[in-house]
Nanobody, 124 residues
Framework: QVQLVESGGGLVQAGDSLRLSCAAS????????MGWFRQAPGKEREFVAA????????NYADSVKGRFTISRDNAESTMYLQMNSLKPEDTAVYYC?????????????????WGQGTQVTVSS
């Protein structure tokens, strides 16, 4: 069983930065896809970024390209989302997710494990 725990959310002002972390445990191999999704009130969960664990291949939503960076620390089994130049529209609960299968996906239904979420609020 894979356990995912997010941390690093908070309240910031527009233009500020945050780094989210997702600590994974219970993994038996590293060939996973891991990603970040977010969900704002009244909105469906949307893809933010994903990374292929073994290769480091990444994919980003258009809305965050150039501002957010996804990365992973293999030794610590931790994934990060560095969020720069934050905008009020980035306000959401951010979820860490993991996919047992190799192909990278932007669809939440393809992911097998989910963290509890961490709130990011960006004020004007």
């Amino acid at each position: 069983q894979v356990q995912l725990v997010e941390s690093g959310g908070g309240l910031v002002q527009a233009g500020d930065s945050l780094r989210l972390s997702c600590a994974a445990s219970g993994r038996t191999f590293s060939a996973y896809v891991m990603g970040w999704f977010r969900q704002a009130p009244g909105k469906e969960r949307e893809f933010v970024a994903a990374i292929r664990w073994n290769t480091g291949f990444t994919n980003y939503a258009d809305s965050v390209k150039g501002r957010f960076t996804i990365s992973r620390d293999n030794a610590e089994s931790t994934m990060y989302l560095q969020m720069n130049s934050l905008k009020p529209e980035d306000t959401a609960v951010y979820y860490c997710a993991a996919d047992r299968r190799g192909p990278i996906s932007t669809t939440s239904g393809e992911y097998d494990y989910w963290g509890q979420g961490t709130q990011v609020t960006v004020s004007s």
